[in-house]
């Protein structure tokens, strides 16, 4: 019974530890995978930020239409169709991020969204804040190009989880507030022609608005030491298993000499 139990308990140690084996070493490629998409990412990035700037408009190329290229747009502000981004935070504080479409001078029928940049919210006041003012006529606005606006998680059916039917603010009113902005559900209800990227503004306009934009986590060495805990660990569990079977083979062997009978001698020796 108590070889049986030994057993059991030997080979329920061999298979943890073989599964904690093919778990950490899988943990490990992933964290390899991560640093790798890290590294790619991050040279997208410089590529981006190292071409021309772009003048975007109506028949801008698709293609010429990269996330992090800086881009400028000319034409005059549409305040009505203005919305605010809930729950948008800057340096651990609550606020907005402010979206304002720009009516392109080069072709009306067409407009950019600008991302136009960050506002704080009051603790002590429910209400939300009115939208700061935009400079009247034509303008020009400078920043990088994103491919959407960019999302916060949210559990369906929330307070800011949808846009009203119609985004039009009449003057006095306050802007609608959503916590994520999907360009093709603006459209709908703006009724504008709307360009299929986001300018997001980092020339200032005097607005008190901030322009500092997140950015993505670009620390791949991180990754890379994750990844070398994740195989440390799988060597310490592949060594564990290797002395867990020797000492199991040993005892094998000890209980086989055991139960081997012992010689006899031949008559009359």
């Known amino acids: 019974m108590s070889a049986t139990h030994s057993t059991f308990r030997t080979t329920a140690a061999l298979v943890l530890l073989a599964v904690a084996v093919g778990i950490t070493l899988s943990l490990g490629r ?10 790619e990412l991050s040279a997208s990035i410089q590529s981006a930020r190292e071409m021309a700037p772009l003048d975007l408009d109506a028949d801008t190329p698709s293609a010429q239409l990269t996330a992090w290229r ?6 005059t502000w549409l305040p009505q169709h203005s919305v605010m981004l809930e729950n948008r935070n800057h340096q651990g504080r609550p606020g907005y991020w402010v979206a304002t479409p720009l009516r392109l001078a080069a072709d009306p029928a067409h407009v950019v969204l600008v991302l136009r940049g960050w506002m704080p919210r009051s ?29 916060l998680f949210e559990l369906g059916g929330g307070q800011y989880s949808r846009l009203p039917e119609r985004v039009d603010v009449r003057p006095g009113e306050p802007a609608p507030v959503v916590q994520n902005l ?3 559900d603006y459209a709908r209800a703006s ?3 709307v360009l299929p990227v986001v300018l997001q503004q980092i020339r200032p306009d005097d607005d008190g608005l901030v322009h500092d934009w997140p950015q993505p986590s670009l620390d791949y060495n991180q990754n890379q030491g994750y990844a070398f805990q994740w195989f440390a660990f799988a060597a310490i569990a592949g060594i564990a298993w290797l002395v867990v079977a020797g000492r199991a083979w040993q005892r094998a062997r000890h209980r086989a000499r055991e139960r ?10």
Do not use: M
């Open 182 to 184: 999907d360009l093709g």
């Open 191 to 193: 009724g504008l022609q």
């Open 70 to 75: 800086s881009a400028r747009a000319q034409g």
């Open 260 to 269: 081997a009978p012992l010689p006899t001698r031949p008559p009359g020796s």
């Open 30 to 39: 992933w964290q390899l995978d991560r640093a790798d998409q890290r590294r």
């Open 123 to 151: 603790l002590s006041d429910t209400r939300h804040p009115p939208l700061p003012d935009v400079p009247a006529g034509r303008h020009t606005v400078e920043g990088e190009i994103a491919l959407h606006v960019p999302r």
